[in-house]
């Protein structure tokens, strides 16, 4: 699980700042920051706190930067950049990264060992960290400084008159409240003097905001320095928080927190590399939404929740991993958002009404529902609590509910109207919308087919087989229309969307949902002939391409300002969340040796991204050409919970209420670990 880099990487400063991590509170905040803490985000920050969780998302404290004195010579540990310079240049004394539970940075100076840790406690705007010092043959002193930020995570700050230059400092606790209406900031740091010299700092440069066209500039506010002798081998635990730490040990918490990680990892059936390093990424994602519901962050760093994502997440994230309360919460959360027969595309960042304009949110809530009675076998609270939602939804569409999302005579699911994006291809540039797909989507047919069939399969385990059967009839008439509609002899695979006379050939993705769901629409030489399409030309060693490089509009980039990156968004570029849909449909179809053959291939691919961008996570989306360069946010919710269904599910063959590996793989685990292990 240990993800290791040494000074190759770390005082190499172009590579060093390629790579992040990230610490998550469970509350939707967030420490993030590059492996040698030179910020290249809006979003890096030690404290992101989350005022209104999972969303109100602030950026409290930027950095704390370390420098060591050692007979009077002074030892800079940070890492900043400016227009024309990096200043300090602290990583010269980087001599490794480590990411297992928590990340940890590995620091000489001047003969001095120096093991800084931070981490995020789980369910309060709390970061710690945590300096262990070692090899100390004399006095030295310590000088940390907190530069301050104090705004919105999607903006900058500029230096201005209005901030609040004078803290107070007691006690070993410096507390101010930077600006009206922003959290109180704490910072503990036992033992210390503090010297005010309240000042800003001008012109930090975050260079992936450049890349993306976007403002990249920021001052940082400074109240002073934090100081500390130190005489023998030594540990200080520094507290940053938006409650008061008074009482509070930095260590005691840490061990907490170090407890509960250990426990999600006991709660898995199989632990190898693979599934507990997505374990933890996956817990990364599973936030509080209100005093007893739970949510699922889309992706880092700007995502907050979404209908659609976490629908498709939950069985990775949740189910997989053992956590069925939370997966419990979640469905309840979204269960009580559902109107007019639809869940929420997402809840917005300040707290607002949610927002609607998703087709496949609500299909995806009946997959979920599915596979949480699967694992669980809770037959009482689903009956109870979700069955009379799922009916309300499927009266809804037959109706017709918001976008002229209907039911038409021919038992399919039609969705869309001018200027509206429905489907998970939702790009939109002003009123252009980049890929529009109205009318009879491929993907969203196939969940409707499965929305009816896991209805009725619903009725009949909760002893109504007549309403049961009704349904049944109602989803053999959507499968055949669906077959006549979609395929296409000539083309050999499924038209991606038809509207009218209008068939869409443009070779997407989408129709891999027809072979993966629970209930697959394609079957034989078919399924056998999209799988084949789909590795011949969508398939790349991190996921599948979002439309063919034969077709006209193509993007093989995603990158520059905010228009080029959209048009390219579902135009090529590679999505990582499909290779969990790509392996459940080569095991179902190629068969057990051969599917899970090639999908060992799959993860070994993927692999080496568990080391790029966000340490220990997956990234949103990738460049459709080699060497597809991780792009979008750095850590993506669907993207770790299809990898580690897939890998559970369909690799291990662990699925369902009964955690164990089936019989059929127990002489064949062990190879396959071993080989995930390797190229690991």
């Known amino acids: 699980m240990k993800i290791k880099f040494g000074k190759d990487v770390t005082q190499d400063l172009d590579k060093a700042i390629r790579h992040e991590w990230l610490e998550t509170n469970g509350l939707g905040g967030w420490a993030g920051s590059t492996v040698i803490g030179a910020n290249t985000r809006r979003y890096h920050g030690l404290l992101v706190a989350a005022t209104k969780p999972p969303v109100g998302r602030m950026v409290l404290l930027s950095k ?41 940075f590995e620091y000489t100076v001047g003969g001095i060992g120096i093991r800084k840790t931070i981490a995020a406690l789980h369910g309060e705007n709390t970061t710690l960290i945590l300096y262990e010092f070692y090899g100390v043959n004399s006095t030295f002193k310590l000088e940390l400084q907190p530069f301050i930020a104090a705004r919105d995570y999607h903006g900058l700050m500029k230096a201005n008159d209005a901030v609040q230059q004078e803290g107070s400092f007691q006690d070993g606790i410096f507390q101010v409240q930077p600006y009206e209406g922003v959290p109180e ?37 400074t109240h002073g320095r934090f100081k500390l002798t130190v005489d023998s081998p030594a540990r200080i635990g520094v507290i940053v928080s938006t409650e008061n730490p008074a009482g509070r040990d930095a260590f005691e918490l840490f061990r907490k927190e170090k407890r509960r990680r250990q426990r999600l990892l006991e709660k898995i059936p199989v632990k190898d590399y693979f599934s507990k390093t997505l374990t933890l990424a996956a817990d990364q994602f599973v936030v509080q939404r209100g005093d007893d519901l739970h949510t699922m962050i889309a992706g880092y760093h700007w995502f907050a929740d979404w209908g659609r994502d976490t629908m498709i997440a939950l069985p990775g994230m949740t189910l997989v991993t053992g956590r069925f309360q939370d997966a419990k919460r979640i469905l309840s959360a979204f269960a009580r958002s559902v109107n007019q027969g639809m869940l929420p595309n997402r809840f917005p960042d300040a707290g607002e009404e949610a927002e609607y304009n998703t087709v496949d949110a609500t299909l995806w809530f009946f997959v979920a529902v599915y596979k949480y009675l699967q694992y669980t076998e809770d037959h009482n609270w689903v009956r109870r609590e979700l069955l009379p939602v799922l009916q309300e939804i499927i009266d809804w569409h037959d109706r017709g509910t918001r976008y002229n999302i209907h039911v038409n005579d021919n038992g399919l699911l039609y969705a869309g109207e001018p200027g509206v994006q429905l489907t998970w291809m939702d790009a939109k540039i002003g009123d252009w919308v980049v890929t529009p797909r109205q009318g009879y989507a491929v993907e969203i047919n196939a969940l409707w087919y499965n929305a009816l069939m896991i209805y009725a399969e619903l009725l009949e385990r909760f002893g109504d087989s007549a309403k049961s059967r009704q349904f049944r009839i109602r989803a ?142 997956v990234s949103e989306i990738f460049d459709a050409e080699p060497p597809h360069a991780p792009r979008g946010a750095v850590a993506q919710a669907w993207s770790v919970a299809e990898l580690l269904r897939a890998y559970m599910e369909d690799v291990l063959g662990v699925r369902g209420r009964d955690q164990r590996v089936g019989g059929h793989m127990i002489e064949q685990l062990r190879e396959y670990r071993q080989r995930v292990a390797a190229a690991s």
């Open 476 to 617: 053999n008439k959507v499968r055949s229309t669906f077959l006549e509609l979609f395929w296409s002899d000539e083309l050999g695979y499924l038209y991606d969307y038809v509207d009218g006379e209008y068939r869409d050939p443009g070779l997407r993705p989408n129709q891999i949902f027809a072979l993966h769901l629970p209930f697959p629409l394609l079957e034989g030489e078919r399924a056998k002939q999209v799988l084949s399409i789909i590795e011949e030309k969508l398939y790349t060693p991190f996921g599948l391409r979002s439309l063919s490089p034969d077709d006209p509009n193509y993007r093989a980039n995603y990158g520059g300002d905010q228009f080029s990156r959209d048009s390219a968004y579902h135009q090529g570029t590679v999505w990582s969340w499909l290779l969990g849909p790509y392996v459940t449909a080569l095991v179902r179809f190629l068969g057990i040796a051969a599917g899970r053959e090639k999908a060992v291939q799959v993860v070994n691919n993927i692999l080496p991204q568990l080391r790029e961008a966000c340490i220990g996570n």
């Open 64 to 104: 704390l930067d370390e420098t060591i004195e050692i007979d009077e010579e002074r030892h800079e540990l940070g890492s900043n950049q400016f227009s024309d310079i990096v200043h300090p240049r602290g990583y010269q004394y980087l001599q490794s990264f480590e990411k297992s539970f928590f990340p940890s």
């Open 185 to 221: 900031l704490y910072m503990a740091i036992p033992g210390a003097d503090f010297e005010a010299s309240p000042d800003w700092h001008f012109d930090f440069q975050y260079p992936i905001e450049k890349y993306r066209g976007l403002d990249f500039q920021e001052d940082l506010f």
